[in-house]
């Protein structure tokens, strides 16, 4: 953490000056002991600021998307209100028809199969009830996690480097975004089979989205907010770790 936010070199100086103490009377000591602290503190301070601010970003993307899918399926549901509406005034015309007004056999059966063929077709309609809608991002994150660039438009630098960060010698043999990409994978989020078909409208500036693709999408934002938070976690233990020296 102390490199992602690049205070590595001030902390290892100050715990080098904290373990080798001089007397108090040292006031060059004394001094560069509070001008490093002074610097890490703030430099902590910034980057919890930093991240607040990636992580807030997360979140409004993630409530705009989820609006537009809400509006989508509001849509849908009228949609098949009206066709549960048509079925039953069909079902119950031709049970009035078939009973009661034609009293001639054949005619009773024509009407009541194309009154089941009616039903049926609305059936299919409700079964076949979706919409889709324009939505373009050209501020895309999860282009930067999917793809894995060296350096990211979308994130501050000390994020991406802890998303990233991965070191196999201290256990850490996956990166947070490579843990992420697995969940989208393993959760069906974005399926091996079609990555190629949704790559531009998820990982590239947008086109049109079903309802169901755009609550995914928000999820995924989602995710990946909690893992940013993650980095304020790490970020409080670094300075509970430096309180102590």
């Given at each position: 953490?102390a490199n992602a936010?690049?205070i590595l070199?001030?902390?290892?100086r100050f715990?080098?000056?904290?373990?080798?103490?001089?007397p108090m009377?040292d006031?060059a000591?004394?001094l560069e002991l509070?001008e490093?602290?002074?610097a890490?503190?703030?430099?902590?301070?910034s980057?919890?600021?930093?991240?607040?601010?990636?992580?807030?970003?997360?979140?409004?993307?993630?409530e705009?998307?989820?609006?537009?899918?809400n509006?989508?399926?509001g849509k849908?549901?009228?949609?098949?209100?009206?066709l549960t509406?048509?079925a039953?005034?069909v079902g119950?015309?031709?049970?009035i028809?078939t009973?009661?007004?034609?009293?001639?056999?054949?005619?009773?059966?024509?009407?009541?199969?194309?009154?089941?063929v009616?039903?049926?077709?609305?059936?299919?309609?409700?079964?076949?009830n979706d919409e889709t809608?324009?939505?373009?991002?050209?501020?895309?994150a999860?282009?930067d996690?999917?793809?894995?660039?060296?350096?990211?438009k979308?994130?501050?630098?000390?994020?991406?480097y802890?998303?990233?960060y991965?070191?196999?010698?201290?256990?850490?043999k996956?990166?947070?975004?490579?843990?992420?990409?697995?969940?989208?994978?393993s959760?069906?989020?974005?399926?091996?089979?079609?990555?190629?078909e949704?790559s531009?409208?998820?990982?590239g500036?947008g086109?049109?989205?079903?309802?169901?693709?755009?609550e995914?999408?928000?999820?995924?934002?989602?995710?990946?907010?909690?893992?940013?938070?993650?980095m304020?976690?790490d970020?409080?233990?670094l300075?509970?770790?430096?309180?102590?020296?």
């Amino acid at each position: 953490m102390a490199n992602a936010i690049g205070i590595l070199g001030s902390v290892t100086r100050f715990v080098e000056l904290r373990q080798n103490p001089k007397p108090m009377d040292d006031l060059a000591y004394r001094l560069e002991l509070l001008e490093l602290k002074q610097a890490i503190d703030q430099k902590i301070n910034s980057s919890s600021l930093e991240i607040s601010a990636i992580s807030s970003e997360m979140d409004c993307e993630e409530e705009r998307t989820s609006q537009v899918a809400n509006y989508l399926v509001g849509k849908i549901r009228e949609k098949e209100s009206k066709l549960t509406i048509g079925a039953i005034v069909v079902g119950a015309l031709g049970a009035i028809l078939t009973e009661g007004v034609i009293k001639e056999e054949r005619a009773s059966h024509i009407v009541g199969i194309s009154t089941g063929v009616a039903e049926a077709t609305f059936g299919v309609m409700m079964l076949l009830n979706d919409e889709t809608t324009e939505f373009f991002h050209k501020r895309n994150a999860l282009k930067d996690v999917w793809f894995g660039a060296p350096t990211s438009k979308n994130f501050p630098a000390a994020v991406w480097y802890y998303l990233n960060y991965s070191n196999p010698e201290n256990g850490i043999k996956t990166s947070l975004r490579e843990q992420i990409i697995e969940k989208w994978r393993s959760f069906g989020q974005v399926k091996k089979s079609s990555e190629e078909e949704i790559s531009d409208i998820y990982f590239g500036e947008g086109g049109k989205y079903t309802s169901d693709q755009l609550e995914n999408r928000a999820d995924m934002y989602d995710q990946l907010e909690s893992n940013i938070n993650l980095m304020k976690q790490d970020l409080k233990a670094l300075s509970s770790e430096i309180e102590k020296l």
